[in-house]
Antibody, heavy 119, light 111 residues
Framework: QLVESGGGVVQPGRSLRLSCAASGFTFSNYAMHWVRQAPGKGLEWVTLISYDGRNEYFADSVKGRFTISRDNSENTLHLQMNSLRAEDTAVYYC??????????????WGQGTMVTVSS | QSVLTQPPSVSGAPGQRVTISCTGSSSNIGSNYDVHWYQQFPGTAPKLLIYGNSNRPSGVPDRFSGSRSGTSASLVITGLQAEDEADYYCQSYDSSLTARVFGGGTKLTVL
């Protein structure tokens, strides 16, 4: 099970940190992703972190503004979002990859947390 | 504009067969990167439907099947049921973007 938290309303240019608590599986064995969905729009992959935290990948739309991290001792995934823009408004889902490095499908999803960037 | 192209909508009557296409390019599906499919009902998180082009996770009915050929992939649903009405997304990896990519999504309507 994955449970996201930390969403809310934030002004443009400000920061927000999302968390994703994992349970029911060995968190440290899997790569993890963040995927977002703007209101009424499709899915957009945001970022990936490998099982051991050594490798990270980002979509061009968030590169340099977002960082991803994980705490395998706490079974938690984080997304630090800086310099937020209106176009970052979306439901943010954390999702588990079927593999350790993140080159497979997303087989477990959280319920999502809404982030609204507005003045 | 999504890297993977899906029809915005498809429809079919109960019991019929529908196909949802996912068209990519040489930098994603055409490079033999796997295609995965997700089902999403309004207001809920996506659910993995097909992984690795044609594999079904445990619990997914065999009415759902997937395939990949060249630069395209397809999701086929046979014996259409009212509860299949949802949005469907394909997903793969793009080597030019070095990113996981989704199709724009297809809304399935059961008539």
């Amino acid at each position: 099970q994955l449970v996201e938290s930390g969403g809310g309303v934030v002004q443009p240019g400000r920061s927000l940190r999302l968390s994703c608590a994992a349970s029911g599986f060995t968190f440290s064995n899997y790569a993890m992703h963040w995927v977002r969905q703007a209101p009424g729009k499709g899915l957009e992959w945001v970022t990936l972190i490998s099982y051991d935290g050594r490798n990270e990948y980002f979509a061009d739309s968030v590169k340099g503004r977002f960082t991803i991290s994980r705490d395998n001792s706490e079974n938690t995934l984080h997304l630090q979002m800086n310099s937020l823009r209106a176009e970052d408004t979306a439901v943010y889902y954390c999702a588990r990859d079927r593999t350790t490095l993140g080159f497979n499908a997303f087989d477990v999803w959280g319920q999502g947390t809404m982030v609204t960037v507005s003045s | 504009q999504s890297v993977l192209t899906q029809p915005p909508s498809v429809s079919g009557a109960p019991g019929q067969r529908v196909t949802i296409s996912c068209t990519g390019s040489s930098s994603n599906i055409g490079s033999n990167y796997d295609v995965h499919w997700y089902q999403q009902f309004p207001g809920t998180a996506p659910k993995l439907l097909i992984y690795g082009n044609s594999n079904r996770p445990s619990g997914v009915p065999d009415r759902f099947s997937g395939s990949r050929s060249g630069t395209s992939a397809s999701l086929v649903i046979t014996g259409l049921q009212a509860e299949d009405e949802a949005d469907y997304y394909c997903q793969s990896y793009d080597s030019s973007l070095t990113a996981r990519v989704f199709g724009g999504g297809t809304k399935l309507t059961v008539l």
